[in-house]
Antibody, heavy 117, light 107 residues
Framework: QVQLVQSGAEVKKPGASVKVSCKSS????????INWVRQATGQGLEWMGWMNPKSGDTGYAQQFQGRVSMTRNTSISTAYMELSSLTSEDTAVFYC??????????WGQGTLVTVSS | DIQMTQSPSSLSAPVGDRVTITCRAS??????LNWYQQKPGKGPQLLIYAASSLQSGVPSRFSGSGSGTDFTLTINSLQPEDSATYFCQQSYSTPYSFGQGTKLEIK
């Protein structure tokens, strides 16, 4: 069965960077895109960007341009999202999501990133 | 960017009732609209894709309709386990924006 398993919770200081991993299983990793979505506590969902695991092509939401990087390691079917210059406003749960054609079907369990001095 | 507006932001209904949640796009998105359910402490789960197609394993009391700019999610015969927050998302063009969510309470 399809699974996206994310890395564990992180605590970071303001100005630092965080790198979240998302290991895929149950399907050919390079066949479907991976999106990343942010959700601040008690808030809505915010689409951050996407990556084509086959080509490595990426597209980022404007508000994250310049401080987000989405990469992958196809040999271990793992996608990564790195966010830099963290502030308290980045305290949130980050999800990786499989993009199955025109919709996102499987979500990772989420990774809580806490930014605190 | 396409803006998605959901209404209402919250609602409460008894078991057995029918509820409708609406989602409006700031421009036409054809039928590229998806609905997700999120329960506290969990990641969202896909309910409806392409405006009206039921995701495998989702109960048939959930249905979606609409095209262009106006969409609805209907839940028939509400069950206690339907208590959750519901989000719409457009997949017409990036950034794939979400609605702000509708919190459903079951009385």
């Amino acid at each position: 069965q399809v699974q996206l398993v994310q890395s564990g919770a992180e605590v970071k200081k303001p100005g630092a960077s965080v790198k979240v991993s998302c290991k895929s299983s149950g399907y050919p990793f390079t066949r479907y895109g991976i999106n990343w979505v942010r959700q601040a506590t008690g808030q809505g969902l915010e689409w951050m960007g996407w990556m084509n695991p086959k080509s490595g092509d990426t597209g980022y939401a404007q508000q994250f341009q310049g401080r987000v990087s989405m990469t992958r390691n196809t040999s271990i079917s793992t996608a990564y999202m790195e966010l830099s210059s963290l502030t308290s406003e980045d305290t949130a749960v980050f999800y990786c999501v499989r993009q199955y054609g025109d919709y996102a079907d499987y979500w990772g369990q989420g990774t809580l990133v806490t930014v605190s001095s | 960017d396409i803006q998605m507006t959901q209404s209402p932001s919250s609602l409460s209904a008894p078991v057995g009732d029918r509820v409708t949640i609406t989602c409006r796009a700031s421009q036409s998105i054809s039928s590229l609209l998806n609905w997700y359910q999120q329960k506290p402490g969990k990641g969202p789960q896909l309910l409806i894709y392409a405006a009206s197609s039921l995701q495998s394993g989702v109960p048939s009391r959930f249905s979606g309709s609409g095209s262009g700019t106006d969409f609805t999610l209907t839940i028939n015969s509400l069950q206690p386990e339907d208590s959750a927050t519901y989000f719409c998302q457009q997949s017409y063009s990036t950034p794939y924006s979400f609605g702000q969510g509708t919190k459903l309470e079951i009385k």
